[in-house]
């Protein structure tokens, strides 16, 4: 169920478009005020990871989450419209993910 105003909808939607999605962008100022550097969306590494430091060999995957579907989630909105076409996109995105984890598998405490 939709639970955002079509207002908010609209805005949400301008800000999950294309690649800089907003968390990525927040994550790569934070990260460049502390002075690393980073790559972004690098290509040739399993899962193409959104921000790579390679002098730390750490790899950042920004999952925001409409795209991703973090687990009851309140930001975790599914629009009303178009149902098929959305449950496909987030079967698809959820299916990258899985994989992606399987390169690179995360520690708990790490
Ligand atoms: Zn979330």
Redesign the pocket.
């Known amino acids: 169920m939709d639970i955002v105003s079509k207002e908010i909808r609209s805005r949400m939607m301008s800000g999950i478009k294309g690649k800089n999605t907003q968390p990525e962008i927040m994550v790569c100022k934070l990260l460049h005020a502390q002075g690393f550097r980073y790559r972004l969306h690098v290509k040739s590494l399993p899962g193409k990871p959104d921000i790579v430091l390679k002098k730390y060999k750490i790899c950042i995957f920004v999952h925001g989450?409409f795209w991703h579907r973090?687990c009851q989630?309140k930001?975790?909105t599914t629009p009303t419209t178009r149902a098929e076409f959305w449950s496909k996109k987030f079967g698809q995105t959820q299916a990258r993910d899985k994989k992606t984890l399987r390169y690179w598998p995360v520690k708990d405490g790490e």
Do not use: D, K
């Open positions: 989450c973090h989630c930001y975790t």
